[in-house]
Nanobody, 122 residues
Framework: QVQLVESGGGLVQAGGSLRLSCAASRLTFRLFVMGWFRQAPGKEREFVAV????????YYADSVKGRFTISRDNGKNTVYLQMNSLKPEDTAVYSC???????????????WGQGTQVTVSS
C-alpha cells in the first residue's frame, strides 16, 4: 500500500531551523498534491503548507508564512518542509499527506504519514 514516511524532526531551540522530509512509495508521486499538517497536544490537526504536483503553486498557513518553505523533488518522490525561525508554538507532530487537489482541508487528503515530532524550546 501507499507509504509516506517523514523524517527530520527533533528538538531545537527557538530561532533555530529544521528540515523535514517525506518520502513516498507505492504512489505515482508526480500526480499528487502534497501537504504538510501539524497537530499539537490537545489541539486539532492544522494545515501548514501545500505544494502542487509540479511545484509551481504553494500556499502557507499565515502562522508560518515567511518562515517555512515547502518544496518537492519528483525524481526522488520526496516533499520537504524547511522550517526557519522556529518558535515554541511550532511544537507539534508534523505529518505529510497526499491529495489530488490543492487544498488546506484535512478531509481532502487521501494518504497520510505517521508524523515526526518537532519540539521547539524557549
Amino acid at each position: 500500500q501507499v507509504q509516506l514516511v517523514e523524517s527530520g524532526g527533533g528538538l531545537v531551540q527557538a530561532g533555530g531551523s529544521l528540515r523535514l522530509s517525506c518520502a513516498a512509495s507505492r504512489l505515482t508521486f508526480r500526480l499528487f498534491v502534497m501537504g504538510w499538517f501539524r497537530q499539537a497536544p490537545g489541539k486539532e490537526r492544522e494545515f501548514v503548507a501545500v505544494i502542487s504536483q509540479s511545484g509551481s503553486t504553494t500556499y502557507y498557513a499565515d502562522s508560518v508564512k515567511g518562515r517555512f518553505t515547502i518544496s518537492r523533488d519528483n525524481g526522488k518522490n520526496t516533499v520537504y518542509l524547511q522550517m526557519n525561525s522556529l518558535k515554541p508554538e511550532d511544537t507539534a507532530v508534523y505529518s505529510c499527506a497526499a491529495s489530488t487537489v490543492v487544498s488546506r482541508d484535512v478531509w481532502q487528503y487521501d494518504y497520510w504519514g505517521q508524523g515526526t515530532q518537532v519540539t521547539v524550546s524557549s
